[in-house]
């Protein structure tokens, strides 16, 4: 997967979406069209005083910009100990599943979400199944359904398919009896 980023940050931003790493991706890209942009708009224009500074402008822009997107992929793909941010990420889970269990809600949220931050790729199931959970249990349902699906799309083992779906279905009950005028949980 690292070569394969490299290889595709050769237009800034296609490395960062082989990570996944997709809001990147698009800034990088749209930083460098636009600095392409001005390099054309500096070509074609008719102005021999202002035309060499947009072009000169530009292409150092666009150099910039493909030279700190190339070093991200690198740094993302190459340097980063990604089995230290397992373990930190492991870490994480215990301490918010201890404070799910003792009912501190806040508390496992952000050890959770701390959790997340620590997943490079976006990829952790299990941080996002239990997230899903805290969520539902904090009255999130939307919140909670996205992390659900999240956590299907990315559970290639489906070690949380069964509990996901069971959890899905239930708030979808809860949707469909909101809906008929009941209480949740009348």
């Known amino acids: 997967m690292a070569l394969k980023a490299i290889l595709a940050s050769l237009v800034p931003g296609l490395g960062h979406l082989v990570l996944r790493r997709h809001l ?21 224009w008719q ?31 190459l340097l980063v100990d990604r089995q230290a941010l397992a373990r930190a990420r492991e870490s994480k889970l215990r301490e918010a599943l201890t404070h799910y269990l003792r009912g501190e809600n806040d508390q496992a949220l952000r050890a959770l979400e701390a959790g997340r931050e620590l997943d490079l790729d976006g990829i952790d199931a299990d941080i996002l199944f239990h997230l899903g959970a805290l969520r539902r249990r904090l009255g999130e349902h939307r919140r909670a359904r996205r992390l659900f699906r999240r956590c299907l799309a990315v559970d290639v083992e489906g070690k949380w398919r069964w509990e ?21 949980g009348a």
């Open 24 to 44: 990147q991706g698009v800034v990088f890209f749209a930083v460098f069209a636009a600095s392409l942009n001005g390099v054309l708009v500096g070509t074609l």
């Open 47 to 77: 102005d021999d005083v202002v035309a060499p500074r947009i072009l000169f402008t530009s292409a150092t822009a666009a150099a910039v910009v493909w030279l700190f997107a190339l070093a991200s992929v690198v740094r993302l793909a």
């Open 164 to 184: 996901v779906e069971q959890e899905l279905k239930a708030m979808a009950g809860l949707g469909a009896g909101r809906r008929n005028g009941a209480r949740p």
